[in-house]
């Protein structure tokens, strides 16, 4: 089993940042991709940003390209989310996802608790 935890949530002004953290541990073979998502308050969960650690691949949705960075620290098996730019409607519960690699016959499938992230206006 792996096991995610998140933190760096917080409350903060619109237009300032935060700077969300999560690392991953337990059972892990290889990571295929590592990123984030969201759910607001009545919301779906939705996709934030991704990384790949093959050719190192990113994702992100459209409501926070040129605002959001995700990045990797592999040898800690630890994904960043840096926020720039924060606007009230990124206000939600943000969570880790990690995932594990068919070839490595573990894909796994691991989410963490979730963050709060809540920007004011």
């Known amino acids: 089993q792996v096991r ?7 409350l903060v ?11 991953a541990s337990g059972s892990i073979r ?7 998502y969201r759910q607001a ?3 779906q969960r939705e996709l934030v940003a991704t990384s790949m650690t ?5 994702n992100y949705a459209d409501s926070v390209k ?10 800690k098996n630890t994904v960043y989310l ?6 009230p409607e990124d206000t939600g519960v943000y969570y880790c996802n990690v995932q594990g690699s068919q070839y490595f016959h573990d894909p796994f499938d691991s989410w963490g608790q979730g ?6 206006s």
């Open 30 to 36: 290889s990571i295929r991709t590592m990123g984030w």
């Open 66 to 75: 040129g605002r959001f960075t995700v990045s990797r620290d592999n040898a």
């Open 41 to 43: 308050p009545g919301k």
């Open 13 to 23: 002004q619109a237009g300032g940042s935060l700077r969300l953290s999560c690392t």
């Open 82 to 87: 840096q926020m720039d730019s924060l606007k």
């Open 4 to 10: 995610l935890v998140e933190s760096g949530g917080g």
């Open 54 to 58: 093959s050719g190192g691949t990113t």
């Open 115 to 120: 963050t709060q992230v809540t920007v004011s």
